[in-house]
């Protein structure tokens, strides 16, 4: 029972799982076609999702009621701060990711100042934020089509026998994330907070300084996310964060972390990720509609989240 | 989390009935009435039958999806299906409802059981319902497209006759959002299983101990959440005629935000019916008539937006830090 347990307390590890098994999946359809392409498309793809998850992780650790729903606005943002910075010269590069995250990190600012002064829930602050940044980002990037420049656009394209260099930047971040996140005074003060947040308070925790610094990572981990998909789609777009709203919560939640917060993990972000692209990859080769991939995708979630178990109630 | 973290600074007791409490409370129509009072100033010509008519239409339906959100967040779930829900219920609306509404009829109750055991499923299995919600949004997107990959699909006629009332000195929208916000604040606020349904949020320990069930308050709620869904996608369909598989995706943060808006709390089951409405047609209101109005460019009506709402939570949270 203790062993069943075990395993069941590590949902982390279905997350990997459910990658492999639905690769397999995909791969037997095609007859062994496209195996190691399939790979590298995921691993390019995931990134995306476990650089905003990251943030969200922690965001969703400090507890309930803690999620950045602005991440959609302000990837949309940066990445035509940064195609408009960088102009498409490769010496404007380094400025220009600078810029997207500058963008990041002062979105997260503002969104921060507003659940504190005015004590609104992040979930609506947040939100009444991104409405906020969306018409700014109408403004700014209307009619913009400038091109990343070449250089920029080759890294975020750049491969190593099949290995995303992004993927592998990316997986170097994840574990100095999982450092911060496990052995800094930081990490622990956010997992605390987000156990009980009046406990951690007298335990002399700095909530509000924690819980700033929380809002600008996310936030900045939006803006570089931004920057890096107008590179790897060769251009800004409005709507080109949209899909990371629904996705970074997925990756966070199916890759083990608590909703309810106190609880994070860094390792099931990638796996969670690599599941969600993959799992899209295998419904394409079925060559399924639309609807059914969605329905598909809906039902998938709930199955993990159901067959992971929900949490016994932490008070 | 700041709710509960505030809960627990400030004793809540001593703010049994105080000025700024009250004030709170007529928070919701105080920024409805600034929105309306806006519109008249900026155009007295909205403030006539058919003005009203043509300007609170669409807050119907997404008073009906505030109310849903408010059902589920009063036993502290949060529902982040809720607008693609209202969408797929429009197309089932504008097909099937209208071809052959047995079948029609029929896929609406499963709707509404669906809702149901989303409930049971979240309280057996003890699973954080934005997680099992977000799935589920998933889903009835999916089911929306298939039903009806391009827009299109026709109101049933008895629907668009409901929707297209013209009651003597009154607006139908006003009629409407009355009676609804009157019906549940009944139902909700002053029934004695109102009170338990409230209690299940707001101290769902006490609630079990005195013996009722945990189960059938969340059951109840979802199905309640469900119910108001259908009416707001029927209400949907029958002003604007026709469906599409997208167009109930707004809904789920409007929800979310007329909750707040009208005083409604994440946790502890401290809702207001008819705050919620009111909160609904403030952000209808908001939403286009007034910034059209205020020939506020279309790039900017969405941040204008984001910024009203900003406001009034910012003039509730200075009346609430008062309160203490």
């Known amino acids: 029972m203790t062993a069943v347990r075990g395993v069941l307390a590590k949902p982390w590890l279905w997350s990997f799982v459910g990658a492999l098994v639905v690769w397999l999946a995909a791969i037997t359809f095609t007859r062994g076609y496209g195996a190691g392409g399939m790979i590298t498309a995921a691993l390019s793809l995931a990134v995306f999702m476990v650089v905003v998850g ?14 950045d729903l602005s991440l959609p606005a302000n990837i949309g943002l940066a990445s035509a701060v940064a195609m408009k910075t960088m102009a498409g010269s490769d010496s404007m590069v380094a400025v220009g990711l600078v810029a997207a995250l500058a963008s990041g990190a002062a979105i997260g600012i503002a969104n921060y100042l507003l659940i504190w002064a005015l004590r609104i829930p992040p979930i609506i602050a947040t939100l009444s934020a991104s409405f906020i940044i969306q018409s700014v980002d109408i403004s700014y990037g209307r009619g913009l089509q400038i091109k ?19 993927a592998i930047l990316t997986a170097l971040f994840a574990i100095a994330a ?63 964060g949209n899909e990371y709203l629904l996705a970074s919560i997925a990756v966070v939640v199916i890759g083990g972390t608590s909703v309810a917060g106190g609880k994070a ?33 809906g039902l998938v979630i709930i199955g993990v989240i159901v067959a992971a178990g929900g949490q016994t109630a932490e008070r | ?14 703010a049994s009935m105080t000025l700024p409490r009250a004030v709170r409370a007529a928070l919701p129509a105080l920024s409805l009435s600034l929105i309306l009072i806006a519109i008249a ?18 807050a119907i339906p997404i008073a009906l999806a505030t109310l849903a959100q408010m059902f589920i967040l009063t036993v502290n779930e949060l529902d982040l299906s809720i607008g693609t829900f209202v969408g797929f219920v429009g197309c089932v609306t504008a097909t099937w409802l209208r071809d052959a509404p047995l079948l029609g009829v029929a896929a609406l109750l499963g709707c509404i059981g669906v809702y149901a055991l989303l409930g049971a499923l979240i309280y ?160 209808a209101l908001a939403a286009s008539p007034l910034l059209t109005f205020m020939h506020i460019p279309p790039d900017w009506q969405v941040g204008a937006n984001g910024a009203i709402l900003i406001i009034v939570l910012a003039a509730r949270a200075l009346i609430s830090r008062r309160e203490g």
């Not at chain 1, 990251?54 to 999620?67: C, D, K, R, S, Y």
């Not at chain 1, 990572?217 to 777009?237: D, E, K, Q």
């Not at chain 1, 599941?275 to 639309?290: D, P």
């Not at chain 2, 989390?1 to 001593?14: W, Y």
């Open chain 1, 54 to 67: 990251i943030g969200q992780m922690f965001v969703i650790t400090l507890g309930p009621g803690n999620v």
């Open chain 2, 124 to 283: 057996l299995r003890n699973l954080p319902s934005i997680v099992v919600t977000l799935g589920m949004s998933f889903v009835w997107q999916g089911l929306a497209i298939l039903l009806l990959p391009k827009p299109g699909g026709k109101a049933p006629e008895w629907l668009l006759g409901l929707t297209g009332l013209k009651p003597p000195f009154v607006p139908f929208p006003i009629v409407a959002a009355i009676v609804i916000a009157v019906v549940v604040h009944i139902g909700l606020m002053r029934t004695s299983y109102g009170a338990i349904l409230r209690g299940a949020g707001g101290n769902p320990n006490a609630i079990a101990r005195a013996g009722w069930s945990l189960l059938k308050t969340k059951i109840a709620m979802f199905t309640l959440a469900g119910i108001f869904g259908v009416l707001s996608g029927l209400a949907l369909i029958g002003i604007t005629t026709s469906a599409d598989a997208n167009i109930g995706n707004g809904y789920t943060l409007l929800s979310i935000a007329g909750v707040i808006l009208g005083g409604g709390e994440f946790v502890g089951g401290r809702v207001s019916p008819i705050g919620a409405v009111m909160g609904a047609l403030t952000l």
């Open chain 1, 178 to 240: 999982g450092i911060a996140l496990h052995r800094t005074i930081y990490g622990r003060s956010v997992v605390a907070i987000g156990q009980n947040a009046r406990a951690a308070w007298l335990a002399g925790i700095k909530v509000g300084r924690v819980r700033f610094i929380t809002y600008v990572l996310s936030g900045t981990l939006g803006g570089l996310n931004g920057a890096l998909l107008a590179g790897y789609f060769r251009g800004a777009n409005v709507d080109i």
């Open chain 2, 41 to 58: 100033y900026l155009n007295p010509r909205a403030m006539s039958y058919f003005g009203f008519h043509l300007m609170l239409n669409l």
């Open chain 2, 1 to 14: 989390m700041s709710a509960a973290t505030e809960a627990g600074r400030r004793p809540a007791i001593f």
């Open chain 1, 148 to 166: 990343p420049p070449p250089g920029f656009a080759d890294f975020t394209n750049l491969q190593f026998f099949g290995v995303p260099l992004l």
């Open chain 1, 265 to 297: 993990n860094v390792p099931g972000i990638w796996g969670a990720s690599l599941f969600l692209v993959l799992l899209l990859t295998m419904l394409n080769t079925f060559g399924v509609s639309a609807g059914v991939r969605l329905v598909v995708t």
